[in-house]
């Protein structure tokens, strides 16, 4: 990828859904770090550790999965519990907005782009209207209660063969 970018080919160079472990480690070696980490990332699993880090190592943090996969067919994932979160609904009935929109604001506000999919236009349409509003800091640190989990195990990389014998390797430990 260096080479690319050096190049000219390449504008930047990113990564995706990588711990805090391999962006520190992929930092300690690189000549040319990462613009971005793209990882899931939403209300249900905030990844503030990773954020911070990211932050503070001048790595942005774009969010796949903002809404938490709602209708996903992976299995495993229920990814309907972000939209249908107590906390988030709360807050998306004070702010007279949907729960998919609170949940995009926050990344938003959080300083994450987000890759939001749906194929009704409808919701693509209530999904541009994040950008004129903001959550208020009391109703944000409501979302610090939320229990964490992440949605998106990985269980697909894990093999007796592969290097990731189990999750907590894949993951280094942040699941």
């Known amino acids: 990828m260096e080479k690319l970018y050096d190049s000219g080919k390449a504008r930047a160079v990113g990564v995706s859904s990588f711990s805090c472990k391999k962006i520190e480690d992929l930092l300690a070696i690189a000549r040319v770090p990462p613009a971005v980490n ?11 550790k990773l ?5 503070s190592r001048g790595v942005h943090i774009s969010a796949f999965s903002p809404l938490g996969s709602p209708g996903s067919s992976l299995p495993g994932v229920s990814g309907a519990i972000v939209l249908s979160n107590p906390i988030v609904i709360s807050v998306a009935e004070k702010l007279q907005k949907t729960p998919a929109q ?6 938003l506000q959080m300083g994450q782009s987000v890759l939001p999919k749906s194929t009704n236009e409808a919701r693509i349409k209530e999904n541009f209207d994040i950008f004129e509003w903001s959550i208020p800091e009391d109703l944000m640190a409501k979302f610090s209660e939320i229990k964490q989990a992440r949605l998106l195990k990985g ?12 999750l907590e390797d894949l993951w280094d430990g942040e699941i």
């Open 38 to 48: 793209q990882v899931e990332c939403h209300l249900i699993w905030q990844q503030d």
């Open 102 to 107: 609170v949940a995009l604001r926050w990344c």
């Open 155 to 166: 269980e697909f990389a894990v093999h007796p063969l592969s290097v990731y014998k189990t």
């Open 51 to 55: 954020q911070k880090l990211c932050h």
